[in-house]
């Protein structure tokens, strides 16, 4: 699976973005997405995860309520709506899938990372 992630942007504060991360390749549906962001200065961080199905999420909770991950296994994509961002939410956002299908919180449980797409937000 290949993926690319796009929609990032400037925002001002309190504005929304929806992030896609599309996949080429037939198993998609096969595995569960995650996005993550790394911020300037820090380590790459777990934003939310889908399940193979998107039956089931999960998010970071600095994120939860504001954030929501959803796919539609027909078109290969997987997207983020983040609503109510803030500047601490500024990153580069990264997709990435996991093939147990499973999805959760656990980097290191992801591969095939997408080039990331820039966000920023401005207060």
């Known amino acids: 699976v290949q993926l690319q992630a796009s929609g990032g942007g400037l925002v001002q504060a309190g504005g929304s973005l929806r992030l896609s991360c599309t996949a080429s390749?037939?198993?998609?549906?096969?595995?569960?997405v995650g996005w993550f962001r790394r911020a300037p200065g820090k380590g790459r961080q777990f934003v939310a995860s889908i399940n193979d199905s998107g039956d089931s999420t999960y998010y970071a909770v600095p994120v939860k309520g504001r954030f929501t991950i959803s796919r539609d296994n027909t078109k290969n994509t997987a997207w983020l709506q983040m609503n109510g961002l803030k500047p601490e939410d500024t990153a580069v956002y990264y997709c990435?899938?996991?093939?147990?299908?499973?999805?959760?919180?656990?980097?290191?449980?992801?591969?095939?990372w997408g080039p990331g797409t820039l966000v920023t937000v401005s207060s």
């Open positions: 390749g037939s198993t998609f549906s096969k595995n569960a």
């Open positions: 990435a899938v996991d093939p147990s299908g499973y999805g959760s919180a656990v980097i290191t449980d992801f591969g095939s």
